[in-house]
Nanobody, 123 residues
Framework: QVQLVQSGGGLVQAGGSLTLSCAAS????????MGWFRQAPGKEREFVSS????????FYADSVKGRFTISRENAKNKVYLQMNSLKPEDTAVYYC????????????????WGQGTQVTVSP
């Protein structure tokens, strides 16, 4: 079993920045995928970004491309989401997740999930 523990999040003004962190324990996901998803009230959980734990490939939803950056620190089994130029539409609960196999943008393919953290962007 893998446990994912998130930190970060909070309330910021539009145009501000936040960094989310996700620490994995129990095993390493070398050569696997870590992803970030978000869910706003009344909406489905949506893909935000993913990164291969090794291999340096990254993927972003069109809505966050150019503003968000996903990164990893494998020695600490951590993945980060740096969020810049935040907009009110980014307000959601953000989840990190770990993928063993399957399409990286599909929530159902992820096996392990963090507890979620609220990100609120005020106008």
């Amino acid at each position: 079993q893998v446990q994912l523990v998130q930190s970060g999040g909070g309330l910021v003004q539009a145009g501000g920045s936040l960094t989310l962190s996700c620490a994995a324990s129990g095993r390493t996901f070398d050569s696997y995928v870590m992803g970030w998803f978000r869910q706003a009230p009344g909406k489905e959980r949506e893909f935000v970004s993913s990164v291969l734990w090794t291999g340096s490939a990254t993927f972003y939803a069109d809505s966050v491309k150019g503003r968000f950056t996903i990164s990893r620190e494998n020695a600490k089994n951590k993945v980060y989401l740096q969020m810049n130029s935040l907009k009110p539409e980014d307000t959601a609960v953000y989840y990190c997740a770990a993928l063993r196999r399957g399409d990286y943008s599909t929530p159902a393919n992820y096996e392990y999930w963090g507890q979620g953290t609220q990100v609120t962007v005020s106008p």
